[in-house]
């Protein structure tokens, strides 16, 4: 039968209904992606699959009697696959860009939706800023193509104009973060017969790496928001939040700790980090943990046999998306004027201890930074902290 034949694999999928007289009918069902629906009222986000079916007309014999039948089925069969093979191959050349006929008429902005629709990595929020920052930068700049941009209408010019966009809108990192997604769709198009021409070849975009571009809460703030609690808070973002504050970790990190990652006797924290995992030697981080952090972590879980799952996840937390909403509430209620973010809270840990007197080398070890080149970013701010509060003193005259 069709819905047997047709792979995991296959968009479309071959698939068959059953009629009232008995016969089978044949239609393809295509997967056109998927989007994130945010729901107010219950504050959960939803996944909406987007699919659509197309019935091609062809029958089958749900129970075939004569060898006639088994023959005409035979042959349906294998025109309905044939024309499901056609169709697959126009979805690719449309929508996804492989093997484009070079006659298509491609629009560069429904190419990179396509492309983030079928992204799978960890920075795909990444990837969709890289999209919405270049069809804004569209609007402004070029508003000829804030619709539709073929690729080879963008030219070398377009792009220096587009970096300088970038970082006359994102401090520090941000601008080069952006860029770098934004040039990884441009080399898979002309990977893929898309583009012919690089047009991001010999433009760079260049970051202050040295300077911290992201607000920090000061440890007023910090308690501040430890004694501002409100109805219905999640308990998971709010301990999640605090835990982060008071060892630096990033959000990819929190989200995926789990119970095993604590050696309660010794009173630490080890994993790796999700950024660096793979691809540095300090990818491992070691944390030394107080009575106050233990107590955010809570003990091990215990199974019905009172057995440890170790596997379980200390913090349950939801979508990044859901967290940063929680999180803006949640300083907002505690009087916070400032534009917090979950990676905030490494950069106020990293400020708050080396205003405290930690050095540069055990603030890059707990950050799990492989030399002192990040590291350093924060003794800058330390140092602007510092001239900011004396030159908040009233002038002295005599």
Known sequence: MAKNDSKVTDNPKLKEK???????????????????????ESDKETIKIDRKKEFLNLYLYSKPRTPAERLQNKETLELAKKIRSEREQELKESVHGYRLKK??????????????????KKDIRMMQIALNRFKDFLKESYPQFSRSIKPEQMTKDMMIAFVEYLQSRSKGEGAKSIYQRFKKVVKYSIEHDVMIKNPCLGVICKADTQSLSKDVLSLAEIESLIITTYENQSQDIRRAFIFCLY????FCDVAELKYKNIDYSNKLLSFEQNKTKGHSSASGV???????????IGDTPVDDGNNPL???????????T?????????????????HITWH????????NILNNGANIKTVASLLGHSGLKHTEKYTRAVDSLKEAAINSLPELKF
């Open 18 to 40: 059953i009629l009232s007289d008995g016969q089978l009918s044949l239609y393809l069902e295509y997967y056109l992606g998927y989007s994130k629906v945010y729901n107010e």
């Open 103 to 120: 006659d298509r008429v491609i629009n560069f902005l429904d190419y990179f939706k396509a492309y983030n629709d079928n992204y799978t």
């Open 322 to 338: 859901m967290c940063l909403k929680a999180l803006r509430r949640w300083t907002k209620r505690a009087g916070i004027t400032k």
């Open 247 to 250: 060892t630096g970790i990033r």
């Open 344 to 351: 905030c809270a490494r950069h106020s840990f990293a400020v």
């Open 286 to 296: 070691v944390i030394p943990l107080n009575d106050g952090l233990l107590s955010l």
């Open 310 to 320: 170790k596997e379980n996840k200390i913090f349950n937390l939801p979508s990044h």
